[in-house]
């Protein structure tokens, strides 16, 4: 059974910094797409950043580009998403995911998802 359980989520103020971590377990990720995505109030879902488990990529929303950074560790089998000069927009849960096949920013590619974390920047 595949598991992925994310951590790291908390309350920021804007300018700040937070690392979020992926554990997956349930199987072996080799050639998946993992990738990040959130969802803000009252909004949908919305693609973050993606890597291949063998570390191929990354991409990034350009929302994000040049402030956060995926990235995995295979030894943990945990990938994680460092976020850094964090902005009021950014507030939303964060949900990491794994793809089998297809491009990892494509949310429709997903097939497995976690339970979600919340990240809160306060102005």
């Known amino acids: 059974q595949v598991q992925l359980v994310e951590s790291g989520g908390g309350l920021v103020q804007a300018g700040g910094s937070l690392r979020l971590s992926c554990a997956a377990s349930?199987?072996?990720?080799?050639?998946?797409?993992m990738g990040w995505f959130r969802q803000a109030p009252g909004k949908g879902r919305e693609f973050v950043a993606t890597?291949?488990?063998?570390?191929?990529?990354?991409y990034y929303a350009d929302s994000v580009k040049g402030r956060f950074l995926i990235s995995r560790d295979i030894t943990k089998n945990t990938f994680y998403l460092q976020m850094m000069s964090l902005k009021p927009e950014d507030t939303a849960v964060y949900y990491c995911?794994?793809?089998?096949?297809?491009?990892?920013?494509?949310?429709?590619?997903?097939?497995?998802w976690g339970q979600g974390t919340q990240v809160t920047v306060s102005s």
């Open positions: 349930g199987r072996t990720f080799s050639n998946y797409y």
């Open positions: 995911a794994a793809s089998r096949a297809g491009w990892g920013g494509r949310e429709a590619n997903y097939d497995y």
């Open positions: 890597i291949t488990w063998s570390g191929g990529g990354p």
